[in-house]
């Protein structure tokens, strides 16, 4: 029998994962970085789906975003 227990975000992620946290709304409310990986490299696809999704352009340093890092 599988144990249901529901897990936390870090819980069911693997050490190199990244996460977009998504707020009930639709809109983008985070974005989880891996322990040791830095903000400056955002893989590629997460960087599209900002743009094209939400608005957002994670590569423009003077972009005042709410996205927070975690």
Do not use: N
Request: aromatic share 8%; with cysteine.
């Amino acid at each position: 029998m599988e144990d249901e227990t529901p897990k936390t975000l870090e819980e069911q992620m693997d050490d190199e994962d990244w996460a977009l946290i998504i707020g009930p709304g639709g809109e983008l409310k985070g974005l989880f970085i891996p322990e040791g990986k830095d903000e400056d490299f955002v893989p590629d696809s997460i960087i599209h789906i900002c743009a094209k999704y939400f608005g957002i352009d994670l590569t423009d340093d003077e972009e005042e975003t709410k996205v927070t890092y975690h």
